[in-house]
């Protein structure tokens, strides 16, 4: 599996940010999916989930109720929707494929490259 981020960019606090993965290949329905992220100077955390049917998904405490993870499998691709962001949101944002179909915070086996988001004050 290839995937490839996008939607990142320079916004304001406050603002809204909608990124994107694309997935390469015809199993991607078969693959829970996760964004993580890597602000400057820190570790890559776990940010959002999703299962392989898109009806389970799961968020960290910074994310939960500001952003939303979706899947569209015909389209073979996961979104993350950001509202109200912050300062200290901004980071490069990576999509991760896991063969486990399931929500997983871990198990994850491919990753894309990563789109930076940047949230200025």
């Known amino acids: 599996v290839q995937l490839q981020a996008s939607g990142g960019g320079l916004v304001q606090a406050g603002d809204s940010l909608r990124l994107s993965c694309a997935a390469s290949?015809?199993?991607?329905?078969?693959?829970?999916m996760g964004w993580f992220r890597r602000a400057p100077g820190k570790e890559r955390e776990f940010v959002a989930g999703?299962?392989?049917?898109?009806?389970?998904?799961d968020y960290s405490d910074s994310a939960k109720g500001r952003f939303t993870i979706s899947r569209d499998n015909a389209k073979n691709t996961v979104y993350l929707q950001m509202n109200s962001l912050k300062p200290e949101d901004t980071a490069v944002y990576y999509c991760?494929?896991?063969?486990?179909?399931?929500?997983?915070?871990?198990?994850?086996?491919?990753w894309g490259q990563g789109t930076l988001v940047t949230v200025s004050s």
């Open positions: 991760a494929a896991s063969k486990y179909p399931f929500v997983t915070r871990s198990e994850y086996d491919y």
């Open positions: 290949g015809r199993t991607f329905s078969r693959y829970g």
């Open positions: 999703i299962g392989w049917s898109g009806g389970s998904t």
